[in-house]
């Protein structure tokens, strides 16, 4: 069956720029997480959206970076007036509510001159 | 805060011989834990999973061992084979919700 998808795979941005990610989760999986990684590192949380509830937003660096999820699936990941240090692979994830075991996209690479 | 980490950056074995991946972790409250396998290009794929009430639990050539007296887990992939080769991440969960922290991984490589 089809897995988690994101897009784009790789994203060239201007320092300054707003730029938007896109993350489909699996059909059914009502948990969503957003992650960051950075080159040699490992997964630093950003976001999480379980069902209707309230996202925990714990992780989210700074306030230029926002997330949503609509009707419950797809979610964008926004980052407004990108800089340097934002570069990194974004990796979105989802789950099943009953389970902890995370599926998780291909990332987007995104770039910031 | 949180900590999870692995004693090893990089790890190199030949094919055929045994591996172990360890990972230290912090939080004694931590319940569950995760070992991800992140292949070049691609997104984490879970590989096996433990609990606190656990400190063993096999798989298909991995066994997970969790000492929760140390706070120390390691994987350990029997046999192991080129497509091994990979970052492998332990990740920990303290029961609030679904949020995991994530060490730094280990590269492995496998020599043919």
């Known amino acids: 069956g089809a897995g988690v998808s994101q897009s784009p795979s790789n994203k060239v941005t201007e320092k300054g720029k707003d730029v938007e990610l896109r993350c489909d989760p699996i059909s059914g999986h009502t948990a969503l997480y957003w992650y960051r990684q950075s080159l040699g590192q490992g997964l630093e949380f950003l976001i999480y959206f379980q069902g209707n509830s309230a996202p925990d937003k714990s992780g989210l660096p700074s306030d230029r970076f926002s997330a949503e999820r609509t009707g419950g699936s797809v979610s964008t990941l926004t980052i407004q007036r990108t800089q340097q240090e934002d570069s990194a692979v974004y990796l979105c994830a989802s789950s099943l509510v009953s389970s902890v075991e995370q599926f998780f996209g291909p990332g987007t690479r995104l770039t910031v001159l | 805060g949180e900590s999870v980490g692995l004693h090893l950056p990089t790890l190199s074995v030949q094919e055929g011989d045994n591996s172990i991946i360890n990972c230290a972790y912090s939080n004694s409250a931590s319940d569950y834990f995760i070992w991800y396998k992140q292949e070049s290009g691609k997104g984490p794929q879970f590989i096996i999973d433990i609990r606190s009430n656990m400190d063993k639990r096999q798989g298909q050539r991995v066994t997970v061992l969790l000492n929760k007296t140390v706070k120390h887990l390691s994987l350990q992939i029997a046999a192991t084979q080129p497509g091994d080769s990979a970052v492998y991440f332990c990740?920990?969960?303290?029961?609030?919700?679904?949020?995991?922290?994530f060490g730094t991984g280990t590269s492995l490589t496998v020599i043919p």
């Open positions: 990740a920990e969960n303290i029961g609030t919700g679904n949020q995991f922290y």
